[in-house]
């Protein structure tokens, strides 16, 4: 069956940089986009960017480019994103994913980034 | 930047049609897609394409599309549907660009 796997929780300071791992399984790595979202406490979802996994090309949010990194690793089946230079505004439940022309079907069980001093 | 809405909150009493609008100006050319994701859990699809419902979502869900507006409507609401309800687009004016309405807190009273 069809998962993603996401790393635990993290507990960031401002400025510092954060990375968190999606490991897929269950279908072809490399036939579906990764998303990735996020949700602050008591928020929405607010969607971050995707990468693909099949030519490495990747988008991020208008808001978020320079300070949001997709990267993944064909090999372990695995997306990653860095977000840096994080202030309290960045603490949510971040989201990876899958994602088609149907939609994001599966998605991973978050994970919870908190940043404080 | 591209904006999708909805209404904050929709209450409604079990077996009642619950219906929950989402606007968007790019909705007649980009596919809508609905998220249901009740508290401390990931979101599930439940409607992608505007109207198709993907397997194991119950028939009382389905998905229409008129103009600028979707809808998602829930038949014959059940206790289990109380959830927050996500319709989710994309901005494809540049490189593509994702976007979630604001969402909507549906409880069944």
């Known amino acids: 069956q069809v998962q993603l796997m996401q790393s635990g929780a993290e507990v960031k300071k401002p400025g510092a940089s954060v990375k968190v791992s999606c490991k897929a399984s269950?279908?072809?790595?490399?036939?579906?986009?990764i998303h990735w979202v996020r949700q602050a406490p008591g928020q929405g979802l607010e969607w971050l960017g995707w990468?693909?996994?099949?030519?490495?090309?990747?988008t991020s949010a208008k808001r978020f480019q320079g300070r949001v990194t997709l990267t993944r690793d064909t090999s372990i089946s695995t997306a990653y994103m860095d977000v840096s230079r994080l202030t309290s505004d960045d603490t949510a439940v971040y989201f990876c994913?899958?994602?088609?022309?149907?939609?994001?079907?599966?998605w991973g069980q978050g994970t919870l980034v908190t940043v404080s001093s | 930047s591209y904006e999708l809405t909805q209404p904050p909150s929709v209450s409604l009493s079990p077996g009642q049609t619950a219906r929950i609008t989402c606007s968007g100006d790019?909705?007649?050319?980009?596919?809508a897609y609905w998220y249901q994701q009740k508290p401390g859990q990931a979101p599930v699809l439940v409607i992608y394409?505007?109207?198709e419902r993907p397997s194991g979502i119950p028939e009382r869900f389905s998905g229409s599309s008129s103009g600028t507006t979707v809808t998602l409507t829930i038949s014959g609401v059940q206790a289990e549907d109380e959830a927050d309800y996500y319709c989710?687009?994309?901005?494809?004016?540049?490189?593509?660009?994702?976007?979630f309405g604001g969402g909507t807190k549906l409880t069944v009273l």
């Open positions: 994913a899958r994602g088609g022309e149907n939609g994001f079907d599966f």
């Open positions: 269950g279908y072809t790595f490399t036939d579906f986009h």
């Open positions: 990468i693909s996994p099949a030519s490495d090309g990747t």
């Open positions: 790019a909705l007649p050319k980009q596919y």
């Open positions: 394409k505007d109207t």
């Open positions: 989710q687009s994309a901005d494809i004016s540049g490189t593509y660009q994702g976007v």
